[in-house]
C-alpha cells in the first residue's frame, strides 16, 4: 500500500509538471518587418507617393505549433506586397495624395488554447491618421495552418474541420452574430459616451460591425468585441471594446 502512495503521489507531480510545461506561452521571435516606397527611386528613396511598413508577430520555429501562426503571417505579407499594396499605391497616386501606412500589432493572449494579437493599421495623409484594427485569433489545438479562428470555432459551435461545409459555417456565424450584436449593443447604451453619434441604430450597427471577424482575446482567453473609431462615436474616442466572457456567450447559445 505505501509503495503504491508513493507511486500516485510520483504520477500526480508528473501529471502537475506536465500541465505547467502546456500551460506554457508559445515562445516569440524575432519580428517580422520591412518597407516599400513607390514608386521607388534609389537616389531618392522617400521621394515615393506611397509607403507601406509592417511589424508582425513571428513565433519560435522551436514550438511544433508556430506554423499555425507564422504561415498566416507569411502570406498576409506576401499577398499585400503583390495585391493590396500596388493597388493602394496606384489609388493614392491617381488621388495626387501622398500616404502612409503602417501595420502595428499587440499580443493580447498566449496561453494553453490560444494566441491573439490586435493588429493596427494606420494610414497617414495630408496631416490627418486613420486607424483601423482587426483581431487575429489562432487555435494551438487544431487551428487551421493559414487561418485565425472563427467566432463559432472559439464558442465551440464549429469545429475546425467543419468549416469546409460553407453551409454549416454560415448558419452557425449568423447564429453567433445575432446573439454578440444584442449584447454589443445593449452595452453600447449603458457606456458614457459624450459625443454620440444620434444616428448611430441598431441597424447600422448590424452594417458595420462583424462579430465574426472584430474581436480579439484578453489574456484569460475571454472575446473582446470592438467597434471600430468614429462610428458609435468620433474617432477621437478611439476603438470600442465590449468584453464578454467566453461562459456568458455560450450561455446564450
Not at 82 to 105: D, F, H, K, Q, R
Not at 149 to 171: H, K, M, Q, V
Not at 192 to 214: G, K, M, Q
Request: proline letters at 7%.
Amino acid at each position: 500500500m505505501k509503495r503504491l502512495a508513493i507511486l500516485s503521489a510520483a504520477l500526480l507531480l508528473l501529471s502537475l509538471v506536465l500541465s505547467a510545461a502546456l500551460a506554457d506561452p508559445m515562445p516569440q521571435g524575432p519580428d517580422l518587418s520591412g518597407s516599400v516606397t513607390i514608386p521607388y527611386d534609389a537616389e531618392n528613396p522617400d521621394a515615393g507617393h506611397y509607403a507601406w511598413s509592417y511589424v508582425l508577430p513571428y513565433m519560435d520555429e522551436s514550438d511544433p505549433d508556430a506554423y499555425r501562426v507564422n504561415t498566416f503571417y507569411d502570406y498576409f505579407i506576401s499577398d499585400s506586397l503583390e495585391n493590396g499594396v500596388p493597388l493602394m499605391a496606384e489609388s493614392w497616386a491617381e488621388s495626387g495624395i501622398t500616404c502612409e501606412t503602417a501595420i502595428t500589432y499587440t499580443s493580447t493572449c498566449n496561453n494553453d488554447d490560444f494566441i491573439s494579437f490586435l493588429v493596427c493599421r494606420s494610414d497617414r495623409e495630408e496631416g490627418s491618421e486613420r486607424l483601423t484594427w482587426e483581431g487575429h485569433v489562432f487555435s494551438r489545438k487544431n487551428g487551421m495552418p493559414n487561418s485565425t479562428y472563427a467566432l463559432p470555432n472559439l464558442l465551440g459551435t464549429l469545429e475546425a474541420d467543419d468549416r469546409s461545409d460553407t453551409w454549416l459555417e454560415d448558419r452557425q456565424t449568423e447564429k453567433a452574430n445575432r446573439i454578440v450584436r444584442g449584447l454589443v449593443w445593449d452595452m453600447l447604451q449603458k457606456m458614457d459616451l459624450p459625443d454620440r453619434n444620434p444616428d448611430f441604430t441598431e441597424e447600422i450597427l448590424s452594417l458595420v460591425f462583424y462579430p465574426e471577424h472584430d474581436f480579439y482575446l484578453d489574456a484569460s482567453g475571454n472575446p473582446v468585441f470592438f467597434l471600430q473609431p468614429g462610428y458609435a462615436a468620433p474617432e477621437s474616442a478611439g476603438r470600442l471594446d465590449f468584453p464578454i466572457p467566453l461562459e456568458d456567450l455560450i450561455d446564450e447559445l
